[in-house]
């Protein structure tokens, strides 16, 4: 098969999706509520989810390596979390007032990472990064903020900046010039350029802020000493070192990454896994900045930094997906152990494949996350965005459009993996047979090389 | 009694809450998850909630006016939609897909709206207005925004400026003067002074936002013409005018109170009530500007505008929940009839009421929304947030204490309350008989006419 016959395949078997995607188009922008939920032709329209699977309107059953943007670590649905939840139900999903859930869920985060000294809920991850920046400036009383060149922290005006390549225009219109004026980029893993950067805006530089392990961009690990270099530079220049560990925070072992790394952040962000699958962002540090947002000392506006909080903030449904998600992996430990081996175990499969099959590719990841790169002539390893923005991204669309179409597995196209406690080690056998009979069947000449 | 019997009581019935909030100041800034949750001398923290009640963590029940920052519209956990949502847990909470569910909502935001012509939903009122405020940029190519002194549209960067009273000092630490610098404020209800300040900044005006009744400024009415001069004023100027209904919409009527008011905004924002009390936002307007977030087109970053989307975006537990209320709502007309006459004798009680006591206030509100507002020497009536602001503040969170405490009554001390369906008219001749024993009581030379 070559790549149009599996386009023929996906067409037929996701007829009432096109339907429906064509519907969605008349409401919705680009027929989606996130960019990333297109992809090309059409993108399937989910009617449940239900374990590792999600079951499409047209019938198709997939086996979902998306897992809701990596944030469901136990899979969709657990019983054991549902059932949680069918209780709160009656209870309320939004007080919109102090309540104890809030404090069980923030007393877990805070024995799981001890640098979470102080919390501040909201309700989604743009938000978190957003309040992370307002707080280092208030810190700091500097303005500029570093991030890398790819590096993800949602849609929110401050940090959205050098996201998608080239890192060097605006990403997209309605952004003022001036809000870039105080955004720097850095290249991740180039430490000597990354420094020579900050030294020359260190004057001003409120923050570094970067994520562990790059996920939107392209499942990106960090090298030997660079993200403790970035700490080391922001320490001693008196800026604050910011880890978002929105995607990182609880998916590689009962803590956040910043263990794995043995980095001391003075703030970070947490998102997806703590919320057990509702919506949550968290700003987390230390409490003599998280302080900073205490806004019930006497004083006025100026003693204070005002971040939210919002209306859905710390509510009952949401504390308690989260706090029982984080019980179940606190007294499961082998979870982590089985999902960073299904992680491993496909990495090693994939690449040795590939290495069988002549492909030129390379397969990021740690732990459970993963993720397939095809090389080309200009990009020969990933070690940063720009790479993976180099790399061969059609004929990725084009495996990941085939495992959909053909074995029904779903990866967002173009993004990382991620097991789940619902997971084993036949998903991955599946993978690979999957990727072989793909590969192996593929019209090279046509789609494969390009 | 006076107010310190008031505060007495309350820290004798809230015993379990006072060590709570001590404990969770050691882990949140100011012991909570959103500022205004805060009320002296300490919040109590709910356990659960129900129908009209909220019931605290010491056995307290109390009448809620607050519903969820106004968001529950048919009261906490109506059996109805908690039925659908057990059903929803078990098809999936988060799908990170396109699927049927936001169609559903979409269509019916739509149908009810048909302003709505393009949709798109985020996870909170914060993210949508600042989603409409970078559409506004992007269809205008202009950078200005103007707002009211004292308008709230969350706790976004863009739009986080004169909020609070002194509205010219910055809203607290870590608000680089630069993202001020295209904020320009107006005078709520002031339409001369409102179209002199636009008139000084018209040829670099993007958009004009403002909320149809002020909310937590202090549910302050427009006067007849003020928003329709605003919206005239953007028409010819080719800026926007943006409406922010995230309080508003689906609160009068079966549709947004640009109908009540006979508005026809370029872009408004929803959130709170189509989320049927779990977290969303959704920004809405003419399909030509929403057209510009359609991502899908082929083209470089220069020819679309990036907006969220997040995570948890559309997901399935909000878009039953919403779209099931929203049903509901449709399906009984008699909710809107009945809920907003219970703010209408709510206000025309009150008003009676204080009157005879010869305590001088004034109750604002509309339909089912209403406040009470203690005027002094220097604010004879409430026509804008500084009116507000410059009221007897002291005696309004006095008087919501005693609600509290001697009554169990719960505004959230300083904002104003909303009726939902879970109410009657048992409900008003409660509060209004708690208003007359707390007003006969106070200690007036003490506490009252400060």
């Known amino acids: 098969m070559n ?64 897992n809701g943007h990596w944030a469901l670590i136990l899979g969709h649905s657990p019983p054991i979390i549902t059932k949680k939840l069918r209780k709160q139900l009656k209870k309320g999903t939004l007080f919109g007032t102090t309540n104890k859930a809030s404090l069980k869920l923030g007393w877990e985060i805070n024995k799981a990472i001890p640098s979470a000294e102080n919390i501040r809920f909201c309700s989604t991850g743009s938000e978190a990064t957003m309040y992370a920046i307002r707080l280092a400036r208030s810190a700091t009383r500097k303005r500029v903020i570093a991030k890398v060149e790819g590096g993800w922290h949602g ?20 952004l003022i010039e001036d809000e870039g004026h105080f955004v720097e980029s850095l290249q991740f893993n180039d430490l000597e350029r990354s420094l020579k950067v900050l030294e020359a805006i260190k004057d001003d530089l409120a923050a570094i802020i970067v994520e562990p392990v ?146 030129d590719a390379q397969v ?26 180099l790399s061969n991204k059609e004929m990725l669309h084009n495996y990941n459009l085939a495992l959909i179409a053909n074995h029904n597995i779903f990866f967002l196209p173009g993004k990382m993996g991620a097991f789940s406690n619902a997971n084993n080690k036949k998903d991955v056998s599946k993978l690979l047979e999957a990727t072989r009979n793909i590969f192996e069947n593929f019209n090279n000449k046509k789609n494969g090389k390009k």
């Open 214 to 359: 790059m996920g939107g961009a392209g499942c990106i690990l960090p090298q030997k000493g660079y993200l403790q270099g970035l700490q080391e530079f922001a320490q001693k220049n008196g800026s604050l070192f910011i880890l978002d560990e929105i995607v990182t925070g609880f998916r590689f072992s009962y803590g956040a990454a910043m263990d794995n790394f043995k980095l001391s952040p003075d703030l970070f962000t947490l998102g997806k896994i703590i919320g057990g699958g509702l919506p949550i962002g968290a700003v987390c540090g230390r409490k003599e900045i998280m302080k900073l947002a205490d806004a019930t000392i006497e004083g006025d506006k100026s003693t204070y930094c005002s971040i939210g909080g919002g209306t859905f903030s710390a509510n009952p449904l949401t504390m308690k997906a989260g706090f029982n998600t984080l019980k179940v992996l606190k007294n499961n430990h082998n979870i982590y152990e089985k999902i960073n081996t299904l992680g491993e175990i496909s990495r090693t499969g994939l690449s040795r494949l590939f290495s069988e099959l002549n492909i």
């Open 155 to 174: 849609f929110n005006t401050n940090l959205l900046q050098s996201v998608n390549y080239p890192y060097e225009v605006d990403e997209g219109l309605g």
């Open 3 to 66: 790549y149009d016959d599996y386009l023929d395949l996906y067409k037929t078997k996701t007829f009432e999706s096109m339907s429906l995607y064509f519907r969605a188009r008349e409401i919705f922008p680009g027929g989606v509520s996130h960019n990333i939920r297109f992809f090309k032709p059409y993108p399937f329209f989910t009617l449940k989810s239900s374990g590792k699977f999600l079951h499409d309107v047209d019938g198709n059953k997939y086996l979902d390596f998306w």
């Open 364 to 389: 990021t990841g740690i732990g459970s996350l993963f993720m397939v790169h095809f090389l080309n002539e200009n990009v020969r390893s990933i070690n940063n965005a720009l790479d993976a923005a």
